[in-house]
C-alpha cells in the first residue's frame, strides 16, 4: 500500500473500533441467523458422529477404497483441510513480518479457519487407519514388544507434522488473542463475560515491557510459522512423492502442493471475509481494499498452481517413462477425466476474472470465484488419488473408485466440524483484531498529519 | 496515617502525549514508571529504559533442544531396533530431516509463548492497577502512564500535579 491510499477509512476513532468489535461478542447482533447457521452446522456435525460411529463398527469397508484405490477420500479430504488451514498462517504470519497492513483486518479469523481445518485435516488419517484405537503407535513409547515407530517412512513423518503444525497455530492464535480478550473483558458488563474473558485474558494489562515481550514472541513466532507451514506441506506431498506410483513420484511434489495450498485456502479466507463483513455490518474494517488484495493473490497464487499443472505434464512427458505417459493420459482422457478437467475449469477459468478491479471489489463475484476455486482444488486433490492409483504398473491390479454414501457423509461431516467450533468463535471472541486494527489506524493518522 | 497507594496514574490522550510525558518523568527524575497503551507504542521502551527482552534468545535455545532432542531419539529408535528395509541406511539424517525440523519449531514457538508469559508474571487473576476507576480505558484508546509508589521521589500531592502539569486529561490515585 502507498503512504496516500489508506486501507482503513481513517475517519473512524479507535474507541469506536474497540466498542464496535467487543460488542460482536457482548452484544451479539446477529442471534437469528447465527442460530440457523448453528443448527445447520450441528446436522452436519451429527452426521460424522453417525458416520464415524458406523465407521467404527463395521471399518473402512464401508468407504469405497479398494486395492489398488487404498487412499480416496480420507487422503483427498486430508490434503484438501490441511491445504486451507495454510493460508491462514500465511495471512498472519508472512504478512505479519512483511508488514502488509491489510493483514491486520483478516488475521484474526484467519487464523481461527486454521485452527479448525486442521483439526477436520487431522481427524482423517486416524479414521483411515483401520484400526483407530491404535493411533498411539506411532509415538515413541516404549512398547512391551521392543518396537519403535518407523521414523525414516512419510507415514510417521506426518504425524509429528501435522500436531506441530496444530500446535503452534493454536498457540500463535492464542498469543495473538490475549490483548483482544483483555479489551473485551474491560468493556463486558455481564457477570457471565467479566469472568470469562477475566480468566482467558490471563490478566493481560496493556504494560509496556509486557508488549515488548509480547512483540519479540509473536513476531519471532511468525518468522518460525512460515517455514513451518511449507515444511507441513511439503512433508504431505512426500506422503505422494516418496512413493513409486506414477503421477506421484516425482520433485515438483512439495512446491505443487504447498501453492495449491494457499490458493485454496485463500480462496476460503476470501469467502470467509465476505460473509463476515456483510453478516456483521464490518465494511469499515474490511474494506473493498481488502477484498481488491485478496483478489490479487488469490489471481498470484492460482496462476502458480496453474503453472504446476504445466510443469507436472511437462514432468511425465520429459521423464518419457510409460507408465507416467500411461497416467498422463489416464488423467486427461480417462475415465476420471472429468476430475481433471472440472479441476481446469474450476480452478482457472473464473479465475481469470480478477484481473479485472471492478471483479475484485465485489464481494459477490469474488464469493463465487473463491467457492469455484474451493471445488477445484477439491477436484484436483481427488484427481491426483485417484487417477495415479485406480491403473498402476500391473493391468491385473487395475480398478475403480466409486465413493459410498459412507464417504460422502463423513466428507460432509467434516464440514460441521470446521463450521461448529468456528461459529462459536465467532460468537465468544473477537473476529478482528482490535489492538492491531487500532494501530495501524493510528499509524495511518499519524502519516496523514504528517502529509 | 492512610496506607501507602500503589501509585499515580496519569490518562493520556494520544501516544505523543504519552510519550512526550514519559520522557518528561524521566527527566524530573522519576524511576519507578510504568506506561500501559492500548498497542505496542514504538519508542517507549527507550523513554522508559526497558531492556531488551529475552524472548528470542529463549527461542533459540529451545530450539536447538528441540532439534537436538528429535535427533538423538530418531537415532536412538533405529539403534535400539534397527530396521533393515531393503539395506538402507539405518541413520539416514535425510530421512530424520522432517521430524527434526518440525520439533525445532515446536519447542522454540512454545518456550517462547510460555516465556513470554512467565517473564510477564501472567497468568494472574488480580493485579493492584485494576481496582483503578479510569484504567479499563488502557484497552480502549487512553495511554496511560502510571509513577509507582516505590519511586524515591514519590509523593501523593507532588506527583499528582507533575502528571497533571505534563498533560494529563485525569490523574488518579491507585489504592494500595
Redo the contacts between chains.
Keep these: 500500500m502507498s503512504d496516500r491510499n489508506d486501507i482503513l477509512p481513517t475517519r473512524q476513532t479507535m474507541a469506536g473500533i474497540a466498542d464496535q468489535l467487543t460488542g460482536i461478542p457482548l452484544h451479539f447482533p446477529a442471534e437469528r441467523r447465527w442460530v440457523i447457521a448453528m443448527a445447520f452446522a450441528s446436522a452436519l456435525l451429527l452426521l460424522l458422529m453417525i458416520s464415524m460411529t458406523e465407521l467404527f463398527t463395521r471399518g473402512v469397508g464401508i468407504w469405497g477404497i479398494n486395492i489398488p484405490v487404498n487412499w480416496a477420500f480420507a487422503i483427498h479430504n486430508y490434503v484438501w483441510w490441511l491445504g486451507i488451514g495454510h493460508a491462514g498462517t500465511l495471512i498472519s504470519a508472512l504478512l505479519l513480518l512483511t508488514g502488509s497492513e491489510w493483514r491486520n483486518s483478516l488475521n484474526r479469523f484467519a487464523e481461527t479457519m486454521t485452527l479448525f481445518a486442521v483439526v477436520c485435516a487431522g481427524i482423517y488419517p486416524i479414521l483411515h487407519l483401520g484400526r483407530p484405537w491404535y493411533v498411539y503407535w506411532m509415538f515413541p513409547y516404549p512398547a512391551t514388544m521392543g518396537v519403535w515407530p518407523q521414523f525414516r517412512s512419510p507415514l510417521e513423518w506426518d504425524i509429528w507434522a501435522v500436531l506441530t503444525y496444530l500446535t503452534v497455530s493454536l498457540v500463535f492464535w492464542y498469543t495473538g488473542l490475549i490483548p483482544d480478550l483483555a479489551a473485551a473483558r474491560d468493556r463486558a458488563t455481564k457477570r457471565g463475560w467479566q469472568i470469562f474473558f477475566g480468566i482467558t485474558s490471563l490478566g493481560w494489562r496493556g504494560a509496556a515491557i509486557h508488549w515488548l515481550r509480547w512483540s519479540q514472541a509473536y513476531r519471532v513466532t511468525a518468522a518460525l510459522a512460515v517455514p513451518l507451514v511449507v515444511s507441513v506441506h511439503s512433508e504431505v506431498s512426500l506422503l505422494f512423492a516418496s512413493g513409486q506410483i506414477p503421477g506421484w513420484h516425482s520433485t515438483i511434489f512439495p512446491p505443487y502442493f504447498v501453492l495449491g495450498a494457499a490458493f485454496s485456502g485463500f480462496a476460503v479466507v476470501a469467502i470467509i471475509a465476505v460473509a463476515l463483513r456483510s453478516w456483521f455490518g464490518l465494511r469499515n474494517l474490511v474494506t473493498d481494499d481488502h477484498l481488491d488484495v485478496l483478489g490479487k493473490v488469490l489471481l498470484a497464487t492460482g496462476l502458480m498452481t496453474g503453472y504446476g499443472y504445466v510443469f507436472e505434464v511437462f514432468d511425465a512427458l520429459y521423464s518419457g517413462e510409460a507408465h507416467e505417459m500411461r497416467t498422463l493420459l489416464d488423467r486427461v482422457a480417462g475415465v476420471y477425466a472429468w476430475t481433471y478437467w472440472g479441476a481446469v475449469l474450476f480452478n482457472f477459468v473464473p479465475l481469470q476474472a480478477l484481473w479485472w478491479r471492478g471483479v475484485r471489489r465485489s464481494g459477490w463475484a469474488l464469493l463465487l470465484i473463491s467457492i469455484s476455486v474451493a471445488v477445484g482444488m477439491w477436484l484436483e486433490r481427488d484427481m491426483i488419488l485417484v487417477t495415479s492409483l485406480y491403473r498402476d504398473f500391473l493391468v491385473s491390479s487395475w480398478s475403480k473408485f466409486t465413493p459410498t454414501f459412507w464417504d460422502w457423509s463423513t466428507y460432509l461431516g467434516t464440514i460441521g466440524l470446521f463450521l461448529v467450533p468456528f461459529l462459536i468463535a465467532i460468537r465468544i471472541i473477537p473476529m478482528i483484531s482490535i489492538f492491531e486494527t487500532k494501530e495501524l489506524l493510528h499509524e495511518e493518522k499519524e502519516k496523514g498529519h504528517h502529509g | 496515617m492512610a496506607e501507602r497507594a500503589y501509585g499515580m496514574l496519569g490518562e493520556f490522550e494520544s ?1 505523543e502525549a504519552l510519550l512526550a510525558a514519559a520522557r518528561q518523568a524521566r527527566a524530573a527524575g522519576y524511576r519507578e514508571l ?8 514504538e519508542g ?2 527507550r523513554i ?1 529504559k ?1 531492556q ?2 529475552t ?2 534468545l529463549v ?1 533459540l535455545i529451545s530450539a536447538f533442544a528441540g532439534g537436538g532432542t528429535a535427533l538423538l ?2 537415532v536412538f ?2 539403534y ?2 534397527p ?1 533393515n ?1 531393503g539395506g ?1 541406511p539405518v541413520y ?1 539424517l535425510s ?2 530431516a ?2 527434526t ?3 525445532t ?2 519447542f ?3 518456550a ?2 510460555v ?3 512467565w ?2 508474571g ?6 493492584p ?2 481496582a483503578a476507576a479510569r ?7 487512553r495511554f496511560i502512564l502510571c509513577v509507582k509508589s516505590e519511586d524515591p521521589m514519590f509523593d501523593e500531592q507532588e506527583t499528582a500535579v507533575f502528571l497533571a502539569g505534563a498533560g494529563a486529561a485525569s490523574v488518579e490515585r491507585v489504592p494500595p
Design positions: 501516544s510504568d506506561a500501559f497503551t492500548p498497542f505496542p507504542v517507549l521502551a522508559l526497558i531488551r527482552p524472548i528470542s527461542g531419539m530418531q529408535v533405529n535400539d531396533y530396521l528395509v538402507r539416514a530421512a530424520f522432517v521430524v525440523f518440525e520439533l519449531i515446536l522454540s514457538a512454545v517462547m509463548v516465556a513470554m508469559l517473564q510477564n501472567l497468568p494472574r487473576l488480580n493485579h492497577i485494576f484504567f479499563h480505558l488502557a484497552s480502549k484508546d
